[in-house]
């Protein structure tokens, strides 16, 4: 079977739930979207028939906004509705909501706290459920950076990114794309703090990852020793209630002039964003020459109608 074809109807809930070969499928289709706005092959030519139902449990400026434009660059509609304007919040339960959706619409977008949920969803529908971030992974980040890292350095291997911040979704989606890609890892973070058991396990451990390494250190100089990629993030995400505690355990770990330079002199600074400056970066880094974060965000638009032509069937 073709690998398009393999895709097709597929959910996306996390990056560990693909191929090598697929996840290259996606990146390549999305490069393809950004150098020529519209492609059409017989994979996307039946799309203006096609809906999505987006539904976002927290806020979003870059998820929402891409994924909107991307089906309406392809030609197909989008609903967005938070719970609260739902059913939901009355005490539906997800597994109607799930098979109502799934009566009107091609796919769903959903962005929830638990992993969990958009695995209920995905187990209710016969469409596709796309994670647009939840407290575990955030799948169409991961890939956007990959793109990024791939445009500004030119290649996918040998090399060294520093990940400094919450050890949460956006650090999870990088370790798993890391390691799948053969990009060498190094996460800091103050003692006591550490990214989730299973992704820590993927990341050293999976038949599908390349060769690559993954440091965890308290440490912030050794793991940016030698860095083509500085990626920074919150200390504190959204649904944290403790971030006093965090902005004061993480302190130390602010990328300004000084601790970039720890880095290789040629590396590009990456971040998720939205970003706070002041707490995890200055205002010199994020908006200096290494800052890559604009092209980083634009390339969620990619990315997001990569997924939506791949998946959507
Ligand atoms: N990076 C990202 O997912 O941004 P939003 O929260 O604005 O969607
Ligand atoms: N770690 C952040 C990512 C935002 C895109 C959060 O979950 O708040």
Redesign the pocket.
């Known amino acids: 079977m073709q690998v398009k074809d393999q895709l097709k109807g597929r959910d996306f809930l996390t990056l560990m739930d693909f191929s090598i070969e697929e996840l290259t499928y996606i990146l390549d289709l999305a490069q393809n979207f950004k150098k020529n706005k519209n492609p059409m092959d017989d994979s996307i030519k039946d799309l203006p028939l096609r809906t999505i139902a987006m539904i976002f449990e ?1 806020q979003s400026t ?2 929402r906004f891409s994924f909107q434009v991307a089906a309406a660059q392809l030609g197909m509609q989008s609903f967005f509705a938070t719970p609260d304007s739902m059913q939901l919040s009355r005490g539906e339960p997800i597994k109607d909501t799930a098979r109502v959706l799934d009566r009107y619409c091609d796919g769903l977008v959903l962005r929830t706290f638990s992993q969990k949920t958009l695995e209920q969803y995905a187990l209710n529908m016969k469409n596709p459920v796309i994670n647009a ?1 939840s ?1 575990l992974t ?1 799948p169409c ?1 991961g890939l956007a950076d990959l793109l990024t890292i791939k445009e500004h350095t030119g290649r996918l291997h040998n090399l060294n990114l520093t990940y400094v911040g ?1 050890p ?3 650090c999870h989606s990088l370790m798993i794309a890391c390691s799948l890609f053969g990009i060498n890892i190094s996460i800091a973070i103050p003692k006591g703090w550490s990214p989730d058991e299973t992704i820590i396990d993927f990341s050293t451990k999976s038949a599908q990852k390349q060769e690559s390494s993954l440091q965890i250190t308290s440490n912030l100089k050794d793991a940016l020793k030698e860095a083509d990629i500085v990626y920074t ?2 200390f504190h ?3 944290h209630k403790d971030i006093e505690e965090r902005k004061k355990a993480f302190k130390l770990y602010q990328i300004n002039k000084k601790t970039l330079s720890y880095a290789k002199e040629a590396a590009i600074f990456m971040h ?3 970003g706070y400056r002041g707490e995890e970066m200055t205002d010199e880094v994020i908006e200096g020459s290494q800052s890559v974060v604009l092209d980083q965000a634009e390339n969620r638009m990619y990315i997001e109608k990569a997924i939506l032509s791949s998946c959507v069937k």
Do not use: E
Request: some cysteine.
């Open positions: 927290k870059r998820t971030l407290d955030h980040q919450d949460w979704n956006v993030n919150t995400s959204m649904g998720c964003l939205p």
